[in-house]
């Protein structure tokens, strides 16, 4: 895989306690998956996604280059989609909000004594939790608390946008034309 460093005006920084972070984002071409597909082992190649495989590899390298203590816990969340869980009844092809957060959560040591197909595993498992039972009970979380404040220490928060089918969504001029990450903008000033 090949990365270039960012241009100052690409770049979002973060604070953190132990340095300054920048949000970047990479391009993985089907070469550089199918050489992380070859770290996993037989029964994951041909089954893991490439979402779990990303997921999973990214995680592991932005744990390692934290230079965390190993007893500290790291947690990897995302969206799941709930649109193929058939006992919450949603209609076929509603469009609004049907996404519900999960997460994995394990120590730094573990994350990184285990190996990648390991890590896979724990992105399954995290997936794998988000059952109809969950999704009611998170619903019910945030009818009873409101929006929970969620902790942003060694948390990696990861996105696929893939399969969303906003690729075929059409407003009434056309189908779009460009879709891209969000940018910050320049401090305007008066």
């Not at 306690?17 to 037989?42: E, Y």
């Not at 992105?123 to 009818?143: C, Q």
């Amino acid at each position: 895989m090949k990365y270039s460093t960012p241009s100052p005006c690409h770049r979002l920084h973060l604070c953190h306690r132990l340095t300054c972070m920048v949000t970047q984002t990479f391009t993985f071409l089907p070469s550089n998956i199918d050489a992380l597909r070859k770290r996993l082992p037989p029964n994951l190649r041909d089954t893991a996604t490439t979402f779990e495989l990303l997921a999973a590899a990214l995680w592991r390298a932005r744990t390692a280059a934290l230079e965390l203590s190993g007893d500290e816990h790291v947690r990897l969340m995302f969206i799941c989609n709930i649109r193929g869980i058939p006992e919450l009844g949603l209609p076929a092809g509603y469009y609004g909000n049907a996404a519900v957060p999960t997460a994995a959560l394990v120590t730094v040591e573990a994350l990184l004594a285990g190996t990648l197909g390991d890590t896979v595993e724990l992105v399954r498992e995290a997936k794998a939790a988000v059952t109809a039972e969950y999704v009611r009970s998170m619903l019910d979380l945030l009818v009873l608390r409101g929006r929970p404040y969620v902790a942003v220490t060694n948390l990696f928060v990861v996105s696929g946008n893939r399969r969303t089918g906003f690729h075929g969504v059409d407003f009434g001029w056309g189908p779009p034309v460009f879709g891209g990450k969000l940018r910050p903008r320049r401090q305007e000033r008066w």
